[in-house]
């Protein structure tokens, strides 16, 4: 368990800011640690009983996944009490309406059922706990003036006496998503309620349709003054360390996922369509254990080409986050064939180092990646894990899953953080819990030999059937 003691020191400083200020806004790039300094400062205000609740609406994943592991993870928020708001609608009522009832410090709702938060906080008294203190995570997510969501969220946005929103980057595309996020976390104060008017007011549209907007001169630097108090962030020289930040992000497989990967673990089966997938090996079975926890399975069947069944989508969610909250160029690393399809289905044009790349694509690829054109290109590990010099393009890396091999690890962080990198490098891993994607970190991370690391995964399997 990790002590307060360990936040640095710009989280410090961001922490104070957030506990000072009713309207605040904390960017910090993901592995900043935005999530820790947030809950340092509610457990701080619960503490001190300046407020008694907390609502944190955070995107889907992050919900259900990263806060709660984020307050066990820490001694001084371990002792906050919380609820993430899941399941039926029915159910997510009745667990709404202990807020006050209950001793409950945080409720945490995934951003993907914010719509029915706000229909529900409509006919709640404005002197409810619910209205205390409300922190939107990755609330760039509400930039679009347009957005169902962000107009709801900005309609109760008056009834909370605090609202913080955290974020990697606050306008990804221009300075009109500044907008919609000052909107909410304000309650309007800072440019009104109106995203048209005050876009008329420092924009122009620079075709007939009016689809596309520019500043007007001198525009971006008003508006990031005026915003600018709102804001506390970290300078990249702060973040610069001589190792790379490694982030693991954990998933949950949905539970017919989770029972295909305990029958295929047991019995060496598995059954995602019409016939059963039968692994006639150890190491077969330990290859479709892997293939489940990324989401799909190959069925090896009767015909030449094998075809792929899908399982489930935590690892595609995961994936779309990344996309949707990328605050810099990222280098996308799958694992099999499968991975590198769903990449490109939600990057199109995906430009990737591995089989199947011609060397004169693989070539044209790494030189737009190197000149900072590419915000992604993919790469597999046993094709981009040696000799490359990538880190001119970006410093960030997402990993689809865990690879087995140390050597593919840490040749392939190396591609970026090496020498002529200027950014702190960020690593960040997609794990699905409980599966053998702990085994592969094990064996990479945690320098375990394969056996130690064989045996470390069967003493948390028995303890999982035991539970079960």
Known sequence: MRQKSELRPYQDRICTHLYQHDAALA?????????????????????????????????????????????????????????????????????????????????????????????QLADKPDDSPLFDLLVIDEISRLRNPKSKRAAALAKQAYRFKLIWGLTGTLRPNSAMDLFMPARVVTRGKLWGRSFYKWQKEHFYPTDFQQYNWAPLP????????????YIATVADGELIQAEPTIVFDHVELPPAARASYDRM?????????????????????????????????????????????????????????????????????????????????????LHYLGAGASDKDSGEAIALWNR?????????????????????????????????????????????????????VMVRVCVARNTVDELKLDRVYHKMSAQEAFEAYLRGRQKRNKAA
């Open 372 to 424: 900072g054109l590419l915000p992604f290109m993919a790469l597999h590990p046993a094709s981009g894990g040696h000799g490359l010099n990538l880190q001119h393009g970006g410093s960030d890396m997402a990993w689809m899953a865990p690879t087995w091999s140390p050597e593919h690890w840490e040749q392939t962080i190396a591609r970026i953080n090496r020498s002529g990198q200027t950014k702190q």
């Open 218 to 229: 001198g525009a971006e630097d008003k508006l990031n003054a005026e915003i600018a108090p």
């Open 265 to 349: 673990e047991r019995m060496m089966t598995v059954d995602p369509g019409e016939e059963t997938i039968i692994a006639y090996s150890a190491a077969i079975a330990t290859g479709k254990l892997a293939q489940i926890a990324n989401g799909f399975v190959y069925d090896e069947g009767k015909t030449a080409q094998r075809t792929a069944q899908r399982m489930h989508d935590a690892k595609r969610d995961w994936l779309g986050d990344i996309i949707e909250t990328a605050t810099g160029p990222t280098l996308l690393v799958y694992e099999f064939i499968e991975d590198l399809k769903l990449m490109q289905e939600l990057v199109p044009d």
């Open 27 to 119: 960017v910090l790039r993901p592995g900043g640690g935005k999530t820790v300094t947030a809950l340092t400062a509610i457990e701080e205000l619960i503490r001190g009983k300046v407020i008694r609740h907390a609502l944190v609406i955070a995107p889907k994943r992050v919900a259900r996944v990263v806060w709660p592991d984020e307050i066990e993870l820490w001694k001084h928020t371990t002792k906050l009490r919380y609820t993430v708001l899941d399941g039926a609608p029915i159910e997510r009522t009745f667990e709404l309406r202990q807020v006050g009832v209950s001793c409950r410090d945080i409720t945490i709702v995934g951003l993907d059922i914010a719509q029915w938060l706000c229909e």
